[in-house]
């Protein structure tokens, strides 16, 4: 089950309180003081993990609590630091600040962190404390106390190619016979209940991921059916390919006005999403008339429209590598954006000129 929403409260850990305590050996007069340190309280941390897909452990627990430091101890012994608390969530996950709504992180990548709590910090011993005229002081510092919040998490999957279309254009068809994705097919509207991700592999060890929304009606945007609860997975996406069904309907009229009532419902909830590269793609030309209907929505539309079939694999091939090339083009500013600017040269050495 795909959770991509949860509100979790965060705190980190106290810290330690400083110790007040005094050295008494045998035959040492006036041992002074020797309160040590209390240890610093745990952070909590925020880490994008690979293999983790869903908000689904924060369901049903809702408080995180870091590790309180210990306190400190005589003989100047500093307390043992609390344990940073690391928060485990799927990549793609942006955090929110529960009560001023400020986005305070967005996890696009595994192995990207933010600490969302710091932990209180450690009070002083009374050894911190001896002065020249208080050379036996009775007191020590409090431990710090830590930072706490209430945050909203919100699931952005992240994905190269989103298929978008009307319900039942053979959406989970596609996804089903593209990758090794399994998700669930039937003959009634709105089958794909949530998002479902599939990995497309072609030859030459070129890969892509695709994702499957659930179908989207006119009135998505202002959340009429279950597309505008799941757009927002597909924002991310390099690529759209709009799947649009040419067997059943009833001829390419009726086929170019599913396409313009999906455009308007991606332009209506955001203008990035409309503005995305697309590929238009006419499904089920296994079906009488199929062809046909393909070459007349060419038309009607003025662009080019590839034909396809996901029930018999009939232009899939050519499909993928359109696809392929769309995503590479995409991918291409970001690796470059990602990449380390030339080593700037050393400065040449000065000589002291006497």
């Known amino acids: ?67 309180n430091g210990r306190p400190g101890e005589g003989k100047q012994m500093t307390g043992r630091c609390g344990e940073d608390l690391v928060i485990k969530l799927p990549p793609g996950t942006l955090v929110y ?11 696009a990548a595994p192995g990207e962190r933010a600490c969302v709590a710091r932990g209180g910090k450690g009070g002083r011993g009374n050894k911190s404390f001896a002065t020249a005229t208080d050379q036996t002081p009775r007191i020590a510092e409090p431990g710090g106390e830590p930072e706490e919040r209430w945050l909203r998490l919100e699931l952005k999957l992240i994905a190269d190619v989103g298929v978008v279309g009307l319900p039942n254009a ?3 068809t596609l996804l089903s016979r593209l990758s090794r994705a399994r998700p669930k097919i039937a003959d009634y509207p709105f089958t794909t209940l949530e998002p479902q991700l599939g990995i497309v592999e072609l030859p030459g060890g070129r890969r892509f991921v695709m994702a499957d929304i659930p179908g989207l009606i006119e009135g998505a945007h202002t959340g009429a059916g279950l597309g505008h609860e799941f757009l927002r997975h597909i924002e991310r996406t390099h690529v759209l390919l709009h799947l649009i069904d040419v067997g059943t309907e009833d001829d390419a009229e009726a086929a170019a006005q599913a396409y313009h009532t999906i455009r308007e419902e991606l332009r209506q909830y955001s203008d990035v999403l409309a503005q995305k590269p697309e590929l238009v793609v006419a499904n089920k030309i296994d079906l009488t008339g199929g062809p046909e209907s393909a070459q007349e929505l060419s038309q009607a539309l003025g662009c080019e429209v590839l034909a396809v079939s ?23 500013p970001q690796a470059a954006a990602e990449e380390p600017g030339p080593a700037l040269p050393e400065p040449p050495h000065r000589r002291n000129v006497s």
């Open 310 to 332: 996901a029930a018999t694999g009939a232009g899939l091939r050519e499909m993928q590598e359109r696809l392929w090339t769309l995503v590479a083009a995409a991918r291409a």
């Open 1 to 67: 089950m795909l959770v991509d929403r949860a509100e979790i409260y965060v705190r980190a850990g106290k810290g330690g309180h400083g110790a007040v305590s005094f050295r008494r050996e045998k035959f040492i007069p006036k041992g002074g003081p020797d309160g040590g340190n209390g240890g610093n309280g745990g952070d909590v941390i925020l880490e994008a993990v690979a293999g983790v897909d869903t908000l689904l452990d924060f369901a049903g627990r809702h408080h995180w609590i870091a590790q």
């Open 97 to 107: 600040d529960k009560d001023t709504g400020i986005l305070i992180k967005d996890l």
């Open 170 to 172: 053979g959406k989970s």
